[in-house]
């Protein structure tokens, strides 16, 4: 039942872009998504898009993976695309019925966003496929280590979206336990219009909380038990190393991105 | 209330086939007291839940009074109303603001008046032990453990079921506890002519309640007998990584140190005393 959501759709790998410096990776995306809005012509999307796929091929990533990304922004795009055509005003006029109108500049826009969002998502779902979480949230630590000096506290940031990452699996499976028990006297969590729904969740919503905040109790003393006293000074087991791929990495997308968005 | 299940087979994951039940025909007559006994990921808890219509079965055919649970559009309300469940740390199911409301739960899904929910609120928690008029006005979070269980137990009994499955209703209690809770099934059983299922890994408990002992391995159900034919059976049970009841395990040791008469289908500690004694007399 509730086993079956997927969360983090990080892919087991071994290709180039799996073992990029998950940094340096996320620094290339932050660079290429800032082009992307730069962008002005459909040829550099063109570009872009060649560039994505190149991507998804050497990181043998299934392109029905990606693809199936897509899905859930699919109403997004929908009603970008449909008010834009008709509220963008402009060009020669296609088509018109009263005040209704669709125009040039309309369609123009409405793609031109459009493909935008595409590649946006399709982009930045490489990154979430091809690095495990533990690897994202250490290469959001090092990221956001600069602002510590602002007080920002960032391995406690990563540490704490490390623990909610491992303790997602935990939570379903507790969920999906706790459902089973008020099944078994009677309840019912699948028919009844929304306030009726809503209203049966809470014999599931009262213990799953309470037991995860006994969990967190728990794992608080766990940690502390064993001289957890935050990120000052904490070192790693696995250290991250810019290579040279990483900087052959940084080279290329770095001139992608003043190609389209200069072009 | 007659259960029967007929080439029962389920797999967890379809892609994987981590096969969790394989072949399972079983049927359950009328008041018996079954102990389900196996470890860790044989498929107990799978195969009571199964009972309960909770999950399906990949495949085969479970049949409760007459009705096939297994169909589609069966009302499983009314099945889970006959067939009462009891998960592990059932207290962790408790959400109510008062005892009462908590046990009140149950027989209000039934659709039941306020009248009877009340009445039944008042027998099952007289039944677990707890008194009444102290205990249904308080919050289920600042009972002690002990009587946290006992409530979520009572608020199962509350649906007034034909026949109660505990899966390992005595884990995390203190021996008090555990006794208490021993004597709940014994009269629900004995008294009350409920059907019990009882999944337990204390051997002891199982062979001073159980009529009838099922053993599971890797899905297949491998003994089913009473406790006497299941605990004679020394050498499957080792096999199976099984414990038996340690008096019955030092009746075995003896018999295999040269007392050869000595019975071994003995599970309590007088019993066994008595047998030694009147052995150690004939050798004199």
């Known amino acids: 039942m509730l086993k079956d959501i997927t969360i983090g759709q990080y892919i087991p790998g071994n290709s180039i872009v799996h073992r990029l410096d998950p940094r340096v990776k996320m620094i290339n995306i932050i660079i290429l998504i800032i082009s992307l809005f730069l962008i002005g012509r459909f040829t550099g999307f063109a570009i872009f898009l060649a560039f994505v796929i190149f991507t998804i091929l050497i990181s043998d990533l299934p392109v029905k993976r990606v693809l199936n990304g897509l899905k859930p922004i699919f109403f997004l795009i929908l009603i970008t695309l449909v008010l834009h055509i008709f509220l963008t005003k402009g060009g020669t006029v296609f088509w018109q019925w009263r005040f209704i109108s669709i125009e040039e500049e309309g369609i123009y826009t409405g793609l031109f966003m459009v493909s935008r969002i595409l590649l946006l998502i399709m982009f930045t779902s490489i990154l979430t496929l091809t690095t495990s979480p533990l690897q994202l949230t250490d290469g959001i630590e090092y990221l956001l280590s600069p602002l510590k000096r602002f007080g920002v506290p960032a391995s406690e940031l990563s540490m704490m979206m490390t623990i909610a990452l491992r303790f997602i699996p935990t939570l379903l499976e507790e969920a999906d336990k706790i459902m089973k028990a008020q099944m078994a006297r009677g309840a019912d969590f699948e028919s009844g219009n929304i306030i009726q729904r809503a209203r049966n969740l809470i014999p599931l919503l009262v213990p799953l909380f309470i037991s995860a905040f006994r969990r967190a109790d728990d794992l608080a003393l766990a940690m502390e038990s064993r001289c957890y006293q935050g990120g000052e000074g904490r070192t790693r087991l696995h250290e991250l190393k810019v290579q040279k791929h990483d900087i052959v990495s940084l080279v290329i997308s770095s001139v992608i991105a003043i190609i389209v968005s200069f072009y | 209330m007659f259960i029967e299940l007929k080439n029962i087979f389920h797999e967890y994951n379809q892609d994987q086939l981590v096969k969790a039940l394989v072949d399972i025909n079983l049927s359950i007559t009328g008041s018996e007291f079954i102990g389900l006994v196996g470890h860790t990921g ?243």
Request: proline content about 4%; cysteine-free; glycine content about 6%.
């Open chain 2, 42 to 284: 044989s498929g107990k808890s799978t195969l009571v839940q199964l009972l309960n219509g909770l999950i399906k079965p990949t495949r085969g055919q479970i049949i409760i009074d007459g009705i096939d649970i297994t169909a589609e559009k069966v009302n499983l309300n009314r099945i889970r109303q006959k067939i009462g469940l009891v998960f592990q740390y059932p207290e962790h199911q408790l959400f109510e603001e008062t005892v009462y409301e908590d046990v009140a739960f149950g027989p209000r899904n039934l659709d039941l008046n306020e009248v009877e929910v009340k009445k039944r609120v008042e027998e099952s928690l007289a039944l677990v032990g707890l008194e009444y008029e102290k205990i249904k006005d308080r919050s289920p979070f600042n009972l002690s453990g002990g009587q946290q269980r006992k409530v979520a137990i009572a608020g199962v009994l509350a649906m007034k079921p034909g026949v109660l499955i505990l899966d390992e209703p005595s884990a995390g209690l203190d021996p008090r506890g555990r006794d208490q809770l021993i004597d709940l099934l014994y009269n629900l059983h004995f008294e009350y002519e409920m059907t019990i299922i009882l999944i337990s890994h204390r051997m002891e408990e199982i062979a001073r309640l159980a009529t009838r002992v099922l053993v599971l391995d890797h899905g297949k159900l491998v003994l089913d007998g009473s406790p006497q034919e299941v605990f004679s059976n020394r050498k499957k049970m080792q096999e199976l990584g099984l414990d038996l009841p340690q008096i019955t395990d030092i009746l075995h040791r003896l018999r295999e140190r040269g007392f050869d008469n000595i019975r071994t289908d003995i599970f309590t500690i007088s019993e066994a005393s008595r047998e030694i004694v009147t052995e150690l007399r004939r050798r004199d």
